[in-house]
């Protein structure tokens, strides 16, 4: 889907894959640890962003050196919390974080292992 040139060494330890109207991106926090952020547009929420991030999971244990993938959601966003249980992800626990914008916030941390 995405070919396997795709690696975080390309983009300094960052991987970003989009199509109009969802961005997924990838971060390495610790060695075979990436850290997974994920924005969508209204007009692409539901089984549109459930599929093509079903596309993403599958092709990033397909082909990239990882172990166990992270993400954290805003506690409000709940239909974001209920796509990360569809895809499979582990709900880990609650914890607060300033966001970019400076404003702390509460989130819900979820985790992924590799597929075995």
Same mark, same amino acid.
């Given at each position: 889907? *995405?070919?396997?040139? +795709?690696? $975080?060494?390309? @983009?300094?330890?960052?991987?970003i894959l #989009?199509?109009?109207? @969802?961005?997924?991106?990838? +971060?390495?926090?610790?060695p075979? @640890?990436?850290?997974c952020?994920?924005a969508?547009?209204p007009?692409?929420r539901? &089984?549109? +962003? $459930?599929?093509?991030?079903r596309?993403v999971?599958? &092709? &990033? &244990?397909? #082909?990239?050196p990882?172990?166990?993938?992270? /993400?954290?959601?805003?506690?409000?966003k709940?239909? /974001?919390?209920? $796509?990360?249980?569809?895809?499979?992800?582990?709900?880990i626990? $609650? *914890?607060r974080?300033v966001?970019n914008?400076?404003?702390?916030?509460? %989130?819900v +941390? %979820?985790?992924?292992?590799?597929?075995?």
């Amino acid at each position: 889907m *995405y070919g396997e040139s +795709a690696r $975080l060494t390309d @983009i300094s330890k960052c991987l970003i894959l #989009t199509i109009p109207g @969802i961005v997924v991106g990838f +971060a390495e926090v610790r060695p075979r @640890i990436h850290e997974c952020h994920q924005a969508v547009i209204p007009e692409m929420r539901g &089984w549109k +962003a $459930l599929e093509f991030m079903r596309d993403v999971r599958d &092709w &990033w &244990w397909e #082909t990239q050196p990882s172990d166990l993938m992270i /993400a954290p959601i805003p506690e409000h966003k709940k239909p /974001a919390r209920f $796509l990360m249980h569809l895809l499979g992800f582990q709900r880990i626990g $609650l *914890y607060r974080a300033v966001s970019n914008d400076g404003i702390e916030r509460e %989130y819900v +941390a %979820y985790q992924m292992e590799r597929p075995q």
